[in-house]
């Protein structure tokens, strides 16, 4: 017989794993299967070489574009998902995001929630992931019912002077909200050595606030809980009626196992979290499970992103370079009637991560060498976003594979956003023709590769005819199973999207308790 629990929880990232800590308290008998292991720690996850040249942290899973070419996604599976690489920028959406808005390419969609809604779960998420920022600095952050819980990490010189000349220019530049445990009033004891090595590495010393450290880990030893690694969930199986999940199907160690619940909740990221359900189609369920609204799959969106490398006549030797964040350009302005984005800084250039684009580089400055251009260079992340187009969306093949199109959108808002980065480069010693557009994290060759901001495949929504999920993430169509993590997002904002996807689970978690409690 197969083994039954309270819940059934898949993918421990930022839905799946925060969801579990919030369950665990409820005493319920909660099962986490998580496809990937506990990520390594190695010497390797500080070297830049391992992590952005060979990519040692990335799945080697393969899937295909709208042409059918087959491409390396980015992604990550392991405790804690995507969080144990992510830059720990842990952004509220600001209220207007919750609401309709006008784009150059369209209308980004209004959500079933509004922000004050979700304002005490974004309380609890920063609370629980300790995120380190200034409240009142940034001129578009929403209410908040709390101080942020440690305050913000600070600048270095260079960023400090930065942040001074913008400062001087007219513009708003704020300390960028931050989960990594430092804490500088006592660095001796302090979790977070401040290195170099953090966007975008895995974190050795556990500083991080990822959803492995902040979440899954505290709540193993509990007897109530228990943790499945390399079991990757392959199939739901229903009951006749289709209203009921009456089998999650591992795969793990070449064994299928099965397993029950009276809850499940899908966790897997949103591709991944959409090829199950699509993978699970039947013949109550013909298009897929949850699906009877053909949303699942579709809306996908990843926001329009662009890695900015600015080369100054000051040396940068910034340590810690994300602490940035100007958000003066995030909606209309009094000379652009559309929002353009967020702009904040990402982990420090060094010249082996920079290794691909030499010839690009070495071009800004002829004379220099890579590490002379590596050590002067201030790295900026441009992020626009993106709309939920039905077209662009996940599709699963006969194998099961993911077929992922997407055609960006809001690129003249994205190239208005660059244009204003160069403009307030001249306010902070760097000139705009030191300016070039470069990628950290991917081959550009293959856009559609990034997916680390993925979202949007199972939108909630108070319409089961133009929505997967009702308001508490549940489908509309099945009594038992949700889905808890990015996909559930109407639209996408322009800022990082993981601390909405904690709040939201925090959010669920109260209602399943509630639920299985009543
Ligand atoms: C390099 C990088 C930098 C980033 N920086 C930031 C940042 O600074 N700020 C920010 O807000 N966001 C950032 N992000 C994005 C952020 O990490 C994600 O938005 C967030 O982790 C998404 O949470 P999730 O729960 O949807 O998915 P994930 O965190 O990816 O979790 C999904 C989990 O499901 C597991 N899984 C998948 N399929 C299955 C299956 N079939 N069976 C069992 N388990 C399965 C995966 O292994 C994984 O553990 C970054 C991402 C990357 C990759
Ligand atoms: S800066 Fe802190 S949290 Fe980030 S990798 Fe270094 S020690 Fe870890």
Known sequence: MAEHYDVIIIGTGAGGGTLAHALAGSGKRILLLERGNFLPREIENWNPRPVFVDGRYISKDTWFGPDGKPFQPQVHYFVGGATKLYGAALYRLRPEDFGELRHVDGISPAWPLSYDDFEPWYTQAEQLYQVHGNGGEDPTEGRRSAPYPWP??????????????LEKGGYRPFHAPCGIMLDEANRPASTCIRCTWCDGYPCLVHAKSD???????????????TLLTGAEVTKLETDPGGRAVTGVV??????????????????AGAANSAKLLLNSASDVHPHGLANGSDQVGRNYMFHNCKAVVALSKEKNDTVFQKTLGINDFYF??????????????IGKSNAEAMRGEKPKLTKLSPEWTLSDVASHAVDFWLTTEDLPLPENRVTTDADGNVHLSYHPTNDAEADRLYEELKKI???TGMAEHHVLGKNFYMDMSIPIAGCAHQAGTCRFGTDPATSA???NCKAHELDNLYVVDTSFFPSIGAVNPALTAIANALRVGEHLTQRLTT
């Open 332 to 345: 209309a302005t009094d000379d652009y009637e559309y929002p353009a984005g967020n702009i904040q800084m």
């Open 152 to 165: 913000a990490v600070s600048h270095e010189p260079r960023i400090a002077e930065i942040s001074e000349g």
């Open 250 to 267: 591992v795969s793990r160690d070449g064994e299928r196992a099965v397993y029950t619940g009276d809850i499940v909740a899908v966790c």
């Open 469 to 471: 999920l009702d308001v």
């Open 425 to 427: 480069l001249n306010h």
């Open 211 to 225: 959803a492995e450290v902040i979440a899954v880990r505290p709540v193993l030893g509990r007897d109530n809980v």
